[in-house]
């Protein structure tokens, strides 16, 4: 006998990886050059030259024999104060090596804050649409899911809405900007209108409404599109970062949550994360990539193809009279289905081996996410196959 709740997660996976795999069977039987798949959201590119040059010579200095070895649960100290001097330079973030806890990545930041905050009877507030995982990871920590829609129009937050699911058993808030999957920047200003109501909220319920800010794409922007440092507009967020996306590192596995020395009961709530994470088998975070986060943090990829298909796509698919969000940032791009029904939309496509899921699974029927950090040749092969969907489907091409 096992857990059935845990038999079903593990038989189903999420919906990109389920097409990713299909993707991988189809290859075999029509090539991979003529399967198209923009469902993932795996980099593309290659991590900066100094991630190499980190790995090299931590490699052959005098660390070689210790840097594979087990180090504190939390983090090096010597790596975590590294991190925090990185993040005061950029954002003035004021932080100090012991508000640092690394993880293996952003996923599992986002656990231990989950499981570290909740009590019994707690909810945590997502925004649809939201990262497929959170559900799962909240659910896992023993807590309950509400859901808020971001604005319809712009995919901003809207405070009406989060005001209106407010209740003293929200014990947080989870943001994840820049997003996926509509690959919005919430501006400062929407921002601090959420930091506003949650501080008069906290004041009202006597307890801290927490922001838990999810921040794997947060240098993978377009057009110098600013991402305010959510710390310094709401005291009780916690970060969790992610080295998976931009300096393209997904498969090793670094992160950190960072706990702002401002936070209401700072102490509390690092150990709390630290004892989550270890009641979930954390030992700590992989140790030379840990050196690489120390020399790399700040670093991005090179965005140049990211840049190009966004561009490409965005322009192309608006022209053939799809209706899509422009993405400031992530290498996602977040399409309104041309028919109501999403999930056939996407199957439709999946008839022409072109890849992308509907987004059902991130709470937001009716659209699809397609995932454009792939190669550009890639994006150029899809325009031909989305033109003959707007075809199909008798969309107006516009005029310039
Ligand atoms: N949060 C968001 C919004 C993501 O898109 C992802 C991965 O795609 C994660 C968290 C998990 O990232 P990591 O690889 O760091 O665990």
Request: charged letters at 20%; hydrophobic letters at 40%.
């Amino acid at each position: 006998m096992v857990s059935e709740a845990m038999r079903q997660l593990g038989a189903t996976g999420n919906p990109m990886r389920v097409l990713f795999e299909y993707g991988k069977k189809r290859a075999a039987v029509v090539g991979a050059e003529n399967v198209l798949d923009l469902a993932l959201g795996n980099p593309s590119v290659p991590p900066p030259p100094q991630v190499n040059d980190v790995i090299r010579e931590v490699l052959s200095g005098p660390m070689a024999d210790s840097v594979h070895g087990y180090t504190s649960a939390v983090g090096d100290l010597d790596v975590r104060s590294r991190i925090a001097i990185s993040l005061n330079r950029r954002f003035s973030a004021g932080c100090r090596a012991e508000d640092l806890f690394l993880t293996c990545g952003a996923a599992p930041a986002l656990c231990a804050c989950f499981k570290g905050l909740a009590c019994p009877g707690d909810r945590f507030m997502v925004i649809t649409p939201y990262f497929t995982e959170y559900r799962i990871f909240i659910q896992g920590a023993g807590a309950e899911v509400v859901e808020v829609p971001a604005d319809r129009r712009t995919f901003l937050l809207d405070i009406d809405a989060v005001e209106a699911a407010l209740d003293p058993s929200v014990k947080g808030v989870v943001i994840n900007s820049p997003n996926n999957p509509s690959g919005v920047v919430y501006p400062r200003e929407n921002l601090e209108a959420l930091a506003n109501l949650l501080r008069r909220k906290s004041a009202e319920y006597g307890a801290p409404i927490y922001l838990i800010s999810d921040e794997p794409y947060r240098e993978i922007v377009y057009d110098g599109v600013e991402v305010p440092w959510v710390p310094s507009v709401y005291e009780n967020t916690l970060v969790c970062y992610s080295y998976s996306k931009a300096i393209s590192l997904p498969g090793e596995r670094i992160g950190y949550v960072l706990v702002p020395p401002a936070m209401e009961d700072h102490d509390a709530v690092f150990q709390a994360v630290a004892g989550a994470g270890r009641c979930t088998g954390h030992i700590n975070a992989p140790s030379l990539f840990q050196q690489v986060a120390a020399a790399c943090d700040g670093m991005v990829s090179d965005l140049t193809s990211y840049t190009v298909n966004r561009n490409r796509l965005y322009d192309s698919l608006t022209a053939m009279g799809f209706e899509c969000v422009k993405p400031d940032g992530t290498f996602y791009l977040l399409m309104k289905s041309p028919e109501p029904d999403a999930a056939a939309f996407s199957r439709r496509a999946m008839e022409l081996d072109l890849l992308f899921p509907d987004t059902s699974s991130f709470s937001c029927p009716g659209f699809v996410r397609i995932a454009y950090c792939v190669p550009v040749e890639r994006v150029e092969k899809a325009i031909p196959r989305f033109a003959r969907l707007a075809e199909l489907y008798g969309l107006k091409a516009r005029t310039a």
